[in-house]
Protein backbone atom coordinates (compact mmCIF):
# COMPACT_ATOMS: atom_id res chain seq x y z
CA UNK A 1 0.00 0.00 0.00
CA UNK A 2 1.61 3.45 -1.13
CA UNK A 3 1.64 6.92 0.78
CA UNK A 4 -1.77 7.86 -0.74
CA UNK A 5 -3.90 5.02 -0.60
CA UNK A 6 -2.79 4.40 3.17
CA UNK A 7 -3.52 8.08 4.55
CA UNK A 8 -6.71 8.92 1.55
CA UNK A 9 -6.73 12.50 -0.50
CA UNK A 10 -6.39 15.04 2.07
CA UNK A 11 -3.67 16.25 4.49
CA UNK A 12 -4.24 19.15 6.48
CA UNK A 13 -0.76 21.00 7.49
CA UNK A 14 -0.52 24.15 10.23
CA UNK A 15 2.37 26.32 9.93
CA UNK A 16 2.80 24.80 6.27
CA UNK A 17 4.11 27.96 4.38
CA UNK A 18 7.56 28.08 6.27
CA UNK A 19 10.11 26.22 7.66
CA UNK A 20 9.35 21.93 8.53
CA UNK A 21 6.13 22.72 7.83
CA UNK A 22 6.54 23.68 4.25
CA UNK A 23 8.66 20.99 3.41
CA UNK A 24 6.13 18.05 4.86
CA UNK A 25 3.89 19.71 2.67
CA UNK A 26 5.61 19.62 -0.47
CA UNK A 27 6.99 16.06 0.30
CA UNK A 28 3.31 15.15 1.17
CA UNK A 29 2.01 16.72 -2.16
CA UNK A 30 4.65 14.98 -3.95
CA UNK A 31 2.92 11.65 -3.02
CA UNK A 32 0.04 13.07 -4.32
CA UNK A 33 -2.12 13.99 -1.47
CA UNK A 34 -4.08 17.24 -1.85
CA UNK A 35 -3.17 19.56 1.06
CA UNK A 36 -5.16 22.12 3.15
CA UNK A 37 -2.36 24.84 4.12
CA UNK A 38 -3.32 26.89 7.44
CA UNK A 39 -1.15 29.95 8.65
CA UNK A 40 -1.56 33.49 9.84
CA UNK A 41 0.12 35.06 6.34
CA UNK A 42 -2.48 35.74 3.38
CA UNK A 43 0.07 35.92 0.76
CA UNK A 44 2.05 33.17 1.73
CA UNK A 45 -0.84 30.85 1.65
CA UNK A 46 -1.31 31.87 -1.46
CA UNK A 47 2.61 31.56 -2.54
CA UNK A 48 2.96 28.31 -1.67
CA UNK A 49 -0.49 26.94 -2.78
CA UNK A 50 0.10 27.66 -6.16
CA UNK A 51 4.24 26.08 -5.98
CA UNK A 52 2.57 23.55 -4.96
CA UNK A 53 -0.55 22.67 -7.32
CA UNK A 54 1.73 24.32 -10.04
CA UNK A 55 4.94 21.30 -9.00
CA UNK A 56 2.35 18.61 -7.89
CA UNK A 57 -0.18 18.77 -9.81
CA UNK A 58 -2.53 18.63 -6.61
CA UNK A 59 -5.40 20.30 -5.05
CA UNK A 60 -4.15 22.97 -2.65
CA UNK A 61 -6.90 25.06 -0.12
CA UNK A 62 -5.83 27.69 2.15
CA UNK A 63 -7.29 29.02 5.39
CA UNK A 64 -5.82 31.95 7.12
CA UNK A 65 -5.90 31.26 10.91
CA UNK A 66 -3.96 32.36 13.83
CA UNK A 67 -4.07 29.54 16.20
CA UNK A 68 -3.53 31.10 19.35
CA UNK A 69 -6.85 32.48 19.06
CA UNK A 70 -9.71 29.85 19.93
CA UNK A 71 -12.37 30.88 17.15
CA UNK A 72 -9.33 30.62 14.20
CA UNK A 73 -9.23 26.68 15.92
CA UNK A 74 -12.70 26.50 15.38
CA UNK A 75 -12.53 28.24 11.70
CA UNK A 76 -9.82 25.69 10.83
CA UNK A 77 -12.48 22.76 11.89
CA UNK A 78 -15.26 24.38 9.53
CA UNK A 79 -13.06 24.72 6.94
CA UNK A 80 -12.20 21.03 6.52
CA UNK A 81 -14.82 19.15 8.08
CA UNK A 82 -16.42 18.69 4.56
CA UNK A 83 -13.35 16.45 3.47
CA UNK A 84 -12.20 13.07 5.06
CA UNK A 85 -8.17 14.43 6.08
CA UNK A 86 -6.33 11.46 6.14
CA UNK A 87 -3.01 13.14 7.52
CA UNK A 88 -3.20 15.41 10.43
CA UNK A 89 0.29 17.62 10.51
CA UNK A 90 0.14 20.40 13.38
CA UNK A 91 3.69 22.20 12.57
CA UNK A 92 2.42 25.74 13.91
CA UNK A 93 4.32 26.98 16.86
CA UNK A 94 5.88 30.04 18.52
CA UNK A 95 9.14 30.33 21.23
CA UNK A 96 10.02 32.74 23.97
CA UNK A 97 13.14 33.39 25.23
CA UNK A 98 14.78 34.71 28.41
CA UNK A 99 14.01 34.67 32.03
CA UNK A 100 10.51 33.33 32.65
CA UNK A 101 9.23 36.24 34.81
CA UNK A 102 10.35 38.84 32.68
CA UNK A 103 8.18 38.03 29.68
CA UNK A 104 5.12 39.25 29.15
CA UNK A 105 2.05 36.68 30.63
CA UNK A 106 -0.24 37.66 27.98
CA UNK A 107 3.16 36.16 25.34
CA UNK A 108 3.37 33.06 27.19
CA UNK A 109 -0.40 32.45 27.52
CA UNK A 110 -0.28 32.89 23.27
CA UNK A 111 2.21 30.32 23.35
CA UNK A 112 0.55 27.78 25.21
CA UNK A 113 -2.59 28.40 23.38
CA UNK A 114 -0.70 27.81 19.91
CA UNK A 115 1.64 24.83 20.90
CA UNK A 116 -0.66 23.00 23.06
CA UNK A 117 -4.40 23.86 23.03
CA UNK A 118 -4.09 24.13 19.02
CA UNK A 119 -2.83 20.90 18.21
CA UNK A 120 -4.59 19.02 21.19
CA UNK A 121 -7.96 20.49 19.91
CA UNK A 122 -7.42 19.84 16.72
CA UNK A 123 -5.33 16.47 17.17
CA UNK A 124 -8.49 15.11 19.13
CA UNK A 125 -11.00 16.47 16.59
CA UNK A 126 -9.34 14.80 13.17
CA UNK A 127 -7.87 11.92 15.23
CA UNK A 128 -11.39 11.01 15.93
CA UNK A 129 -12.34 11.22 12.70
CA UNK A 130 -9.41 8.99 11.64
CA UNK A 131 -10.84 6.46 14.27
CA UNK A 132 -14.38 6.32 12.65
CA UNK A 133 -12.94 5.46 8.79
CA UNK A 134 -10.71 3.26 11.06
CA UNK A 135 -7.31 4.79 9.59
CA UNK A 136 -5.20 7.88 9.23
CA UNK A 137 -2.26 9.31 10.48
CA UNK A 138 -1.11 11.89 12.61
CA UNK A 139 2.63 13.48 12.77
CA UNK A 140 3.37 15.34 15.52
CA UNK A 141 6.26 18.11 16.11
CA UNK A 142 7.91 18.28 19.08
CA UNK A 143 11.91 18.75 19.57
CA UNK A 144 14.98 17.80 21.51
CA UNK A 145 14.38 20.68 23.56
CA UNK A 146 11.28 18.72 24.70
CA UNK A 147 13.31 15.81 26.03
CA UNK A 148 15.79 17.29 28.61
CA UNK A 149 15.81 20.72 31.04
CA UNK A 150 15.76 24.14 29.16
CA UNK A 151 16.01 26.98 31.19
CA UNK A 152 15.36 30.35 29.31
CA UNK A 153 13.91 27.84 27.44
CA UNK A 154 11.21 27.18 30.09
CA UNK A 155 7.48 27.77 28.72
CA UNK A 156 8.41 26.34 25.27
CA UNK A 157 10.39 23.57 26.47
CA UNK A 158 7.52 22.49 28.60
CA UNK A 159 5.23 22.71 25.40
CA UNK A 160 7.44 20.48 23.44
CA UNK A 161 7.41 18.12 26.50
CA UNK A 162 3.44 18.21 26.53
CA UNK A 163 3.94 17.16 22.74
CA UNK A 164 6.44 14.62 23.28
CA UNK A 165 4.70 12.98 26.54
CA UNK A 166 1.02 13.44 24.94
CA UNK A 167 1.91 12.05 21.16
CA UNK A 168 3.50 8.83 22.57
CA UNK A 169 0.74 8.18 24.52
CA UNK A 170 -1.59 8.63 22.15
CA UNK A 171 0.61 6.94 19.85
CA UNK A 172 -0.43 3.26 21.47
CA UNK A 173 -3.98 4.34 22.01
CA UNK A 174 -4.76 5.27 18.18
CA UNK A 175 -2.36 1.90 17.10
CA UNK A 176 -5.13 0.10 17.84
CA UNK A 177 -7.75 1.79 15.83
CA UNK A 178 -5.77 1.75 12.67
CA UNK A 179 -4.07 5.23 12.90
CA UNK A 180 -0.53 6.23 12.79
CA UNK A 181 0.75 8.60 15.23
CA UNK A 182 4.39 9.65 15.45
CA UNK A 183 6.22 12.47 17.35
CA UNK A 184 9.30 14.47 14.94
CA UNK A 185 11.77 15.95 17.73
CA UNK A 186 14.14 18.21 15.15
CA UNK A 187 17.10 19.58 16.62
CA UNK A 188 18.63 22.80 15.69
CA UNK A 189 16.79 23.80 12.39
CA UNK A 190 16.79 26.32 9.37
CA UNK A 191 13.79 27.91 10.13
CA UNK A 192 12.48 31.41 10.36
CA UNK A 193 11.78 30.59 14.13
CA UNK A 194 15.61 30.01 15.09
CA UNK A 195 17.11 32.61 12.36
CA UNK A 196 14.68 35.32 13.66
CA UNK A 197 15.56 34.19 17.26
CA UNK A 198 18.46 36.01 19.60
CA UNK A 199 20.15 32.49 20.02
CA UNK A 200 23.24 32.18 18.72
CA UNK A 201 23.97 28.16 18.05
CA UNK A 202 27.23 28.45 16.24
CA UNK A 203 28.71 28.45 19.89
CA UNK A 204 27.41 25.38 20.50
CA UNK A 205 28.84 21.48 18.48
CA UNK A 206 24.88 21.53 17.57
CA UNK A 207 24.77 21.39 13.95
CA UNK A 208 21.51 22.69 11.85
CA UNK A 209 19.99 20.57 9.90
CA UNK A 210 17.52 21.46 6.93
CA UNK A 211 13.81 21.04 7.53
CA UNK A 212 13.43 19.44 4.21
CA UNK A 213 15.49 16.51 5.93
CA UNK A 214 13.87 16.80 9.38
CA UNK A 215 10.47 16.40 7.49
CA UNK A 216 12.05 13.21 5.17
CA UNK A 217 12.55 11.65 8.84
CA UNK A 218 9.35 12.29 10.23
CA UNK A 219 7.42 10.97 7.13
CA UNK A 220 9.27 7.89 6.86
CA UNK A 221 9.01 7.35 10.37
CA UNK A 222 5.05 8.27 10.52
CA UNK A 223 3.40 4.51 11.02
CA UNK A 224 6.63 2.47 11.62
CA UNK A 225 8.02 4.73 15.05
CA UNK A 226 6.28 6.40 18.21
CA UNK A 227 9.33 9.30 18.04
CA UNK A 228 11.81 9.46 15.42
CA UNK A 229 14.76 12.25 15.97
CA UNK A 230 16.58 13.29 13.07
CA UNK A 231 20.18 12.74 13.06
CA UNK A 232 23.13 11.02 15.33
CA UNK A 233 23.89 14.26 17.07
CA UNK A 234 20.74 15.25 18.21
CA UNK A 235 19.75 11.71 19.11
CA UNK A 236 23.46 11.58 20.95
CA UNK A 237 22.36 15.02 23.08
CA UNK A 238 18.98 13.29 23.87
CA UNK A 239 20.51 10.55 25.20
CA UNK A 240 22.77 11.98 27.42
CA UNK A 241 20.49 14.64 28.55
CA UNK A 242 18.08 11.92 29.63
CA UNK A 243 19.58 8.92 30.14
CA UNK A 244 23.51 9.50 31.37
CA UNK A 245 23.42 12.45 33.63
CA UNK A 246 21.25 13.22 36.52
CA UNK A 247 18.30 15.70 36.47
CA UNK A 248 20.58 18.21 38.23
CA UNK A 249 23.12 17.63 36.09
CA UNK A 250 21.02 17.99 32.99
CA UNK A 251 19.83 20.81 34.36
CA UNK A 252 22.84 22.45 34.87
CA UNK A 253 24.14 21.83 31.39
CA UNK A 254 21.11 23.14 30.06
CA UNK A 255 21.72 26.15 31.76
CA UNK A 256 25.11 26.50 31.24
CA UNK A 257 24.60 26.25 27.79
CA UNK A 258 21.70 28.73 27.16
CA UNK A 259 23.91 31.79 29.10
CA UNK A 260 26.39 30.99 26.36
CA UNK A 261 23.90 30.80 23.24
CA UNK A 262 21.66 33.45 24.22
CA UNK A 263 21.89 37.15 23.88
CA UNK A 264 22.45 38.89 27.03
CA UNK A 265 19.74 41.23 27.38
CA UNK A 266 17.42 37.77 28.17
CA UNK A 267 19.71 36.75 31.41
Keep these: MNF ?3 YGAWALITGGTSGIGAEIATQVAAKGLNIILVARRLNLLEESAKKL ?3 HGVL ?3 VQADLSKQED ?4 IAASNHLEIGLFVPCAAVETHGVTTNIPLEKELALIQLNITSVFTLTHYFAGRMVERGCGGVLLVSSIIGHMPNPYLSNYAGSKAYILNFGTSLHWEMKKKGVDVTV ?3 GPTETPMMENSDIDMSKTPMTFQSPALVATYGIEALGKKAVVIPGFKNNMMVFMASRL ?6 IKM ?3 MMEKVLNPRYL
Aim: hydrophobic letters at 30%; proline letters at 4%.
Design 4 to 6: KEK
Design 53 to 55: EDA
Design 60 to 62: VKI
Design 73 to 76: ITKV
Design 184 to 186: LSP
Design 245 to 250: VSTSTA
Design 254 to 256: GGE
